[in-house]
Structures are given as structure tokens and as C-alpha cells.
């Protein structure tokens, strides 16, 4: 037993030392590693793997991680693969009963992101049942869409997600989309703006393109050229929106205001570089942290980012893994060097270690092209829009 407390001091001093936290605020659980699309910038190595979370493993996440909760922590699990999907709704009504049943009195807040290929009555009827919260994949017009989502069979999916979208708009279910923007979608926002208003789709996020060691890369390619594109792009999106009488949500513009609404401490807080902030499940119960891309990697060096098993324990017995120290005092390293020298560091926090390592070959990097355009393109795109529609309010691009 002293062994054990000595042990446990041990890590929590570890924990204290990197910032970590064993109260993770998301979770998230991969059901099942298989996909019934073949997605060509899809960097998931295990996509033909049709296991599946047992029952076992369910319990040691209500054990070892939600049940410790503290009394009103409300964690959101994240339900992705794979594509979560290829699983019966039958499957997730039986497993969401068992986390609540096991995990005492924490509040579960589950949401999916999904391809929609499969929707049907039942999955409508248990995301309503389970007040989940639905992303749709969804990359456009037909013709950007289908360049890149396409099926097993080498056909497009724009269609059957469609077909899924028109039966969750019939059922009037809450769902977003969110759209992979490409090298070519960058060329066209009036034809994705005018796509979403015709379809009735007002709540979008984008995703760039990301370099995640996918065969043949990512189309958007490091230099000036592809901030210039994105910047054009996000600009004309947010003209459209302005001049739209009726109400389009963006993430990304969303994302700007409430970080300018943060205080000033917390505007860089990152839960990817915080230790256990993120916690990342496999369907064999393996644990990750940091970036979720960072799950099913194949990176020998730190272990396929695998610290631990759930169902030996909870988060914190990553802390004492070879593979997560290393990782750890790398990341920590790229964090306080993006601090020396980014000028976006307090509303980024050191950026996001998945992209540091694969397009940097390193976590003790600095500027991605993936921070390049999702924090300070963004950041300044959204400040120019808000300074020039609001004359009458201080310029917001010297925050405080």
C-alpha cells in the first residue's frame, strides 16, 4: 500500500510538472476503427478493422474515468472512428446506458461526427432520446465532395449523404456540417455559400485540408499562396453571411468572438498540449493524449501514442509511460518556443502537436501551415470584418 501512495505522489507530481489534469474535459471514444468510405485525405491506418468496444472496456471508462469525476463535471464524449456508424444504434443505446449506469452521478453529454450514409428512423429516434449532438461530413457540391469522399467501390457519396441530411431536416434533429476545405474548394466560396443556403444548411464549420501522413499528402501546400486562398476565402464567406437576411453560423467566425470574449489568461489555453485535458480511447481500450488525430498512428518512437490501457487504469497512469514523457517534454518545448516567438501565442497556446509532427517532422516545432490558417488567417480575417462593419466600436485587433 505505501508503495502504491508513494507511486501515486509521484505521478501527481509529473502531473503538476507538465500541466496535466486527470479530469479530462473531452473524451474521445472510438467504437470502432472501420469506415465504410475510403476518403482519400482519411490519414486512419485501421479502417479495414471491424472490431468493435467491448463491453469490458465500457465499464472501465465509467470506472476509471468518468465515475471519478468531481460532483457536476460535465464531460463530452466524442463517438468517432472510423465512422461510428457501421454500428447498430442498438449498439450505443446499450452502451449509453451502461456509462450513465456505471459512472455514478457525472452528466454525459455524447455527440457524433458521422458521414450520414446511413441514417435511418432508429438513429434519429436515440439521438433525439440521448439529446446527441450531430457533425455531418459534408464537403460541398457534388463535385468537390465526390472528388475526395467517395465509396469502397470507388463511387461517390455526396448522395447517400444527402439522403441521410434530408431525413434528419425532415425529422427536425439539430445537426451541423462540417466541410474539408481543399486546395480547389478555397477557389469557390460563393458555390459552398450558395450550396448550404439551398439546402437549408445554416450551422457550418471548415476543416482545412490537414497533412496527417496520408498517401499523396494534403492539396494544400506550404507557402503564401495557400494563406492568401484561405484568407480570400473566409473573407467572401463571412460578405456573404453579412449580406444574407437570414442567420448562417460559422465555427470559425463564432470561434473569434468568443475567444475575444475570454479573459485574458484563458484565451490560450489549449487542451492539446495539456496532458489529460483530451483523452483518446481506442476500441481495444488503448489510451492516447494531446491531438485525438494522434490515435492509430503509426509512430514506433513513442509507442503509436498509445500511454496506457483503460482497462488498467485511468488517465493518469499515462503519466508515468516512457512513450508519454517523451512525448510530453517535446511538446512542452515546441509550446514555450511558439511563446518566444509567435505573436499569436495568447489566443492559440502553442498550437496543435498532431500538425507539428507531421508536417514538421517534430513537436518541438513552431508555425504550421495548419496554425498559419486556422488561427491567425482566422483571427484576422473575422478582426478586419468586425472592424469594418462596426465603425463605431474600438478596433478589436490590439487585444488587451
Known sequence: MEQLVGCLGRLEQLAQLVGASARPSLLVLQPTPYCNLDCSYCYLRHRDDRSRMSDETLRAVARNILAPLPPGARPTIVWHGGEPM???????????????????????????????????????????????????????????????????????????????????????LPFHVITVLSAESLTRPDDLYDFY??????????????????PGGSSLRPGADTPRAYRAFLDRFQDRAEADPLPMR?????????????????RARNGQVRPLDIVSIAADGGMSTFSPELLGMRAPHYNDFIFGNVREGGPETMLGHPAFRRAAAEIARGVAACAAECAY????????????????????????????????????????????????????????
Open 197 to 214: 443556403a439551398s439546402h437549408g444548411l445554416r450551422n457550418v464549420a471548415f476543416n482545412v485540408e490537414e497533412e496527417e501522413g496520408q
Open 86 to 172: 457501421t454500428l447498430p444504434p442498438g449498439w450505443y443505446r446499450d452502451a449509453f446506458a451502461l456509462l450513465q449506469r456505471e459512472s455514478g452521478d457525472a452528466r454525459l453529454d455524447h455527440a457524433f461526427q458521422t458521414n450520414a450514409v446511413a441514417v435511418t428512423e432508429a438513429w434519429i429516434d436515440l439521438w433525439r432520446d440521448w439529446a446527441v449532438s450531430v457533425g455531418v461530413s459534408l464537403d460541398g457540391p457534388a463535385d468537390l465532395h465526390d472528388a475526395r469522399r467517395r465509396t469502397r467501390a470507388g463511387t461517390g457519396s455526396h448522395a447517400l449523404t444527402m439522403r441521410g441530411i434530408a431525413r434528419l431536416q425532415r425529422a427536425g
Open 250 to 266: 460559422c465555427r470559425e467566425i463564432e470561434g473569434v468572438h468568443d475567444l475575444l470574449a475570454r479573459p485574458h489568461p484563458d
Open 345 to 400: 501565442f495568447e489566443v492559440c497556446g502553442g498550437g496543435a502537436p498532431a500538425n507539428k509532427y507531421f508536417e514538421l517532422g517534430s513537436f518541438e516545432g513552431t508555425e504550421t501551415l495548419y496554425c498559419r490558417l486556422t488561427r491567425q488567417e482566422t483571427l484576422e480575417s473575422v478582426l478586419s470584418a468586425m472592424e469594418a462593419r462596426r465603425p463605431d466600436r474600438p478596433a478589436a485587433r490590439a487585444l488587451p
